[in-house]
């Protein structure tokens, strides 16, 4: 183990993730007549039916937590929802192998996909929105986004980082 000194700084934000427009009715409708759609599925698309025949309108986005934590020397990233790995991996490739990322920080609203999970769809592209009551699937410019401020936190960090010190005299 390498010693950290004794450093720490932390920024925190919250980004708007764009959601795609929310089913039609008659898609919706789709979805519940369907017979090879799960029962979940089917709930959702009638919970969501039901929204539109009251005239609701759905969130065209969600706010969505990130928090960059710098400890001497050591990046921790905090990003809310279930994370796919590919942002673990993403993130080490530009911080460095040792970056630490955890999921499931400060909210917890659905998988958050890559822009290649997206494509594929499956349950993490696809169908987890579903489960946690969201009106549709993420845009692709999430992982974008995501990437973006986690850049701005990780320099907001490290220039705030340089005058707290913990613990030093």
Known sequence: MRELPPQLAASYSEI?????????????LGVIQDSLTADYQKRWAENMLYKHEKGESFSSSYPYPLQVWQMGGQTLISMGGEVVVAYANKFKQIYGQETFV????????????????????????????????????????????????????????????????????
């Open 16 to 28: 708007e993730l764009p959601l795609n427009e929310p089913m039609s009715e008659k898609e919706l």
């Open 102 to 169: 955890i999921a499931y920080s400060n909210d917890v609203m659905a998988y958050i996909p890559s822009v290649t999970i997206l494509e594929e769809g499956g349950y993490e592209g696809y169908v987890s929105q579903m489960v946690y009551g969201l009106p549709n699937t993420w845009k692709p410019e999430i992982e974008a986004l995501i990437i973006a401020e986690v850049a701005r936190l990780n320099e907001q960090a490290a220039v705030s980082g340089a005058a707290i010190a913990i613990g030093a005299e």
